[in-house]
């Protein structure tokens, strides 16, 4: 069992770059995330998905773009980036639903550490 | 906007020592709370999470938190710190069981020998 597999776990951009950092999980999870980690700041979420075809933004979406064709996959796409967009990026899973036994724990991926020149 | 603070970006300790980390969160009405663990160049790891069943929380490792709800706070503690322990400790909070997660900013946590 896999769980949250993140590619690349490196990258370096230049400012202007697009890419796409890649999110797959292996658990059917329906809620699935992505959250940037900045030091000092903790982790901010940057968009979210309920499921496929369902996506919201979260804390800090500006720059980013997100699509939810499967259950399987939530790639978090950078258009133009930008040197603020320097960060370590997780993607997140976890069941649907509002049940206190385990509805909000979230399985994590290792990360994918980005810089931007 | 709700929050999650965390007091002291880094905490140092003995090896044997008491670990506290402090967290407190932003709401009149007590959110679930957890406490995750991360260590170097992985993912994050959930330690524990308090969902009202009880106020004091056990969690992996030999961790675990209290919830005080006077003292809007979650603190995390382990009687006897060992080197393993080594790593970044986030407090996190979800305000209303749904799709957002509030994390604190974090506590690196040193051990030494």
């Known amino acids: 069992n896999a769980g949250v597999t993140q590619t690349p776990k490196f990258q370096v951009l230049k400012t202007g770059q697009s890419m796409t950092l890649q999110c797959a999980q292996d658990m059917n999870h329906e809620y699935m995330s992505w959250y940037r980690q900045d030091p000092g700041m903790g982790l901010r979420l940057i968009h979210y998905s309920v499921g496929a075809g369902i996506t919201d933004q979260g804390e800090v979406p500006n720059g980013y773009n997100v699509s939810r064709s499967t259950t399987e996959d939530f790639p978090l796409r950078l258009l133009s980036a930008a040197p603020s967009q320097t960060s370590v990026y997780f993607c997140?899973?976890?069941?649907?639903?509002?049940?206190?036994?385990?509805?909000?724990?979230?399985?994590f991926g290792a990360g994918s550490r980005l810089t931007v020149l | 906007a709700q929050s999650v603070t965390q007091l002291g970006s880094h905490v140092s300790v003995s090896e044997g020592a008491l670990v506290l980390l402090r967290c407190n969160y932003s709401s009149s009405v007590p959110p679930y709370l957890f406490w995750y663990v991360q260590y170097p160049n992985q993912g994050l790891q959930l330690l524990l999470k308090y969902t009202s069943a009880a106020t004091l929380v056990k969690g992996i490792n030999g961790f675990e938190a209290e919830f005080k709800k006077s003292e809007t706070s979650f603190h995390l503690t382990k009687p006897s710190a060992h080197m393993s322990d080594a790593a970044e400790y986030f407090c996190a909070a979800s305000y209303n069981a749904g799709n957002m997660l509030t994390f604190g900013g974090g506590t690196r946590l040193m051990v030494k020998p």
């Open positions: 997140a899973s976890r069941v649907k639903g509002g049940s206190v036994t385990g509805a909000n724990v979230l399985t």
